[in-house]
């Protein structure tokens, strides 16, 4: 309860929980990708010689922003890493694909020789999941984990009469899309289920099912869907997705 108020009042204005440092960045899906060096992207302090590590980028799921993702901030800057990139984008964006698209753009931009590792509450891990598998982002990404995502649709978007809602429901034209043959994707896939989620129904649609997608499952009985991001437990799950598997 504490966390959903703080979460509700930092909602609006997208300021974290705590003071974000330099190596924590918010970044909005619709500005535009500069043509040179990333401005969100800080160097490793320290020595020079040392090889950086890969960008991670936090993507949150419907109706919220950057301001969900503190938590995970914060244990991965424990754990070292140095350039952590949340992306934000409108709910006005009504469309999967598109939003996709605008992610491949940033995440390309943030790629080095060793790729990107992303991150992604709900919603989020289906529009990164897209661009991976359908938008070619299987060459930037090497590791996508993704928590409380409807990989398989949702029953409970027959409450959103959107294009949005029909994109996310079980057998849409999005999902079968997602069903296809996707052979020679390398991404390594990582997803968290919970076992008490009411927004993913069937809650089994939180863990990704498809023959060239071979992917690693944890089902987390007693967190809930919005937890997911800032539970301890799963917290430390999605960090260890991203360590350096170099």
């Known amino acids: 309860m504490l966390w959903n108020g703080a979460h509700a009042l930092t909602w609006p204005a997208q300021v974290p929980l705590r003071l974000l440092g330099p190596h924590r960045s918010a970044l909005t899906l619709a500005d535009p990708v500069p043509a040179d060096d990333h401005p969100l992207v800080v160097p490793r302090q320290g020595d020079g010689d040392s090889e950086p590590d890969r960008p991670v980028v936090l993507v949150h799921g419907i109706g919220d922003n950057p301001s969900l993702f503190p938590v995970l901030r914060e244990e991965l800057a424990r ?4 350039h952590v990139v949340a992306v934000d984008y409108s709910p006005e964006r009504d469309d999967v ?3 996709a698209a605008d992610l491949g753009r940033h995440v390309e931009a943030l790629d080095g020789e060793r790729g990107v590792d992303v991150v992604a509450h ?3 891990g289906l529009i ?3 661009y991976v598998q359908r938008l070619g982002g299987h060459r930037h990404v090497r590791t996508l984990a993704t928590a409380g995502t409807p990989h398989h649709g949702t029953h409970a978007a027959h409450l959103l009469p959107t294009r949005l809602g029909r994109q996310l429901r079980p057998g849409s034209d999005l999902v079968r899309e997602l069903d296809e043959p996707a052979p020679g994707i390398g991404t390594r896939f990582v997803c968290l289920a919970s076992g008490i989620d ?3 129904l069937p809650r089994s649609s939180a863990l990704l099912y498809h023959p060239d997608l071979p992917a690693e499952h ?6 809930g869907h919005m937890s ?3 539970h301890p437990a799963s917290v430390g799950l999605l960090a260890d997705a991203v360590a350096d598997k170099a």
């Open 79 to 82: 754990r070292g890493h140095d």
């Open 97 to 99: 694909r598109a939003v």
């Open 122 to 124: 709900s919603l989020g």
């Open 128 to 130: 990164a999941r897209y």
């Open 198 to 200: 009411h927004v993913i």
């Open 218 to 223: 944890t089902v987390l009985p007693d967190i």
């Open 228 to 230: 997911l991001a800032i």
